[in-house]
């Protein structure tokens, strides 16, 4: 089993809809919740990060996780064509003084306007 | 601040030959990340630094391939000698302790 797992798409979704993209992970350890957007050609940029169960709010962007069931989602209300990329989704694991950040495969998203 | 460097840009290279990778990350980070991408595998943590020593370099694919941080500002990642199989982009990216992972533009290398 891949550590982080996430649906590599694409994902289509018309301009103003919800976009939803789902991650799964394998370490019940893991503490801290990563999603990074990566346009084509571009290196990766942090949109969000998640530490606690529940929603987390970030303008037009909702970070999710469940630790029970292992899974971290990213809504994106009223999708603009800008946000066509590819999302990754990303996990800390190892100890303190020995963290590192593993990504999923990533989600290509295509809002048509 | 500049954010994490990389050079070069783009390498073109032929079979058989060394590669150098070089990465200067983000003044005060005390973690240094190196990651490959490609389309088929994603994008593969192949070795990361503490304070300038190489924590787990469980993700460096074999023997040709080595890094080094002989000092804060700076590291090396090094192929030799390269393969086609080699090609891809590779990225560096930089941490102050457990704080936001930042990732340099990368470097697309081309290996004939």
């Known amino acids: 089993q891949k550590e982080v797992e996430q649906n590599s798409g694409p994902l289509s979704v018309p301009e103003g809809a919800i976009a939803s993209l789902n991650c799964t992970y394998s370490?019940?350890?893991?503490?801290?919740f990563f999603w990074y957007r990566q346009y084509s050609g571009k290196s990766p940029e942090l949109i969000m990060f998640?530490?606690?169960?529940g929603d987390k709010e970030d303008g037009r962007f909702t970070a999710q996780l469940n630790k029970a069931s292992q899974y971290v989602s990213l809504l994106i209300r009223d999708s603009q064509p800008s946000d066509s990329a590819t999302y990754l989704c990303?996990?800390?694991?190892?100890?303190?003084?020995?963290?590192?950040?593993?990504f999923g495969q990533g989600t290509r998203l295509t809002i048509n306007p | 601040d500049a954010g994490v460097i990389q050079s070069p840009r783009h390498e073109v290279t032929e079979m058989g030959q060394e590669v150098t990778l070089r990465c200067k990350p983000i003044s005060g980070h005390n973690s240094l990340f190196w990651y490959r991408q490609t389309m088929m595998r994603g994008l593969e943590l192949l070795i990361y630094?503490?304070?300038?020593?190489?924590?787990?370099d469980s993700g460096m694919p074999e023997d040709r391939f080595s890094a080094k941080m002989p000092n804060a500002s700076f590291s090396t990642l090094k192929i030799q000698p390269s393969e086609p199989r080699d090609s891809a982009v590779y990225f560096c990216?930089?941490?102050?302790?457990?704080?936001?992972?930042?990732f340099g533009p990368g470097t697309r290398l081309t290996v004939l």
């Open positions: 998640i530490y606690s169960n």
């Open positions: 370490d019940r350890g893991s503490q801290s």
């Open positions: 990216a930089s941490r102050q302790r457990t704080d936001t992972q930042y």
């Open positions: 990303a996990v800390i694991l190892g100890t303190q003084g020995a963290q590192k950040l593993v």
């Open positions: 630094f503490n304070n300038n020593v190489p924590i787990d």
